[in-house]
Nanobody, 121 residues
Framework: VQLQASGGGVVQPGGSLRLSCAAS????????IGWFRQAAGEEREGVSC????????WYAESVKGRFTISRDNAKNTVYLEMNSLKPGDTAVYYC???????????????WGQGTQVTVSS
């Protein structure tokens, strides 16, 4: 089971980025997928999750209305569309997979490497 996160970068406040989480070695739609982030000196926190069962989604309050999670099963990839980015969104973003549904990072078994998102003017 391997996950590859990509799409991070440096963007000005108000800008947009789309993160991708590509899976290999397993079928992504058999798993619930979460995006998490960790800012310097902070604990890892949940950003958004999408269920394997019915595609239902969860968003942290801080990103509701700005971020959208989606999955393309044909490409075995989950995306996180991030709009209206703020400096407070600066962090390393990780995707993770688990057979069960959870919004807590400690519940996820499989992790990709992180991708850095920096929001700065």
């Amino acid at each position: 089971v391997q996950l590859q996160a990509s799409g991070g970068g440096v963007v000005q406040p108000g800008g947009s980025l789309r993160l991708s989480c590509a899976a290999s070695g397993f079928t992504l739609d058999d798993y619930s997928i979460g995006w998490f982030r960790q800012a310097a000196g902070e604990e890892r926190e949940g950003v958004s999750c999408i269920s394997k069962v019915d595609g239902s989604t969860w968003y942290a309050e801080s990103v509701k209305g700005r971020f959208t999670i989606s999955r393309d099963n044909a490409k075995n990839t989950v995306y996180l569309e991030m709009n209206s980015l703020k400096p407070g969104d600066t962090a390393v973003y990780y995707c993770a997979a688990d057979l069960a549904w959870s919004v807590r990072p400690t519940e996820y078994d499989y992790w990709g490497q992180g991708t850095q998102v920096t929001v700065s003017s």
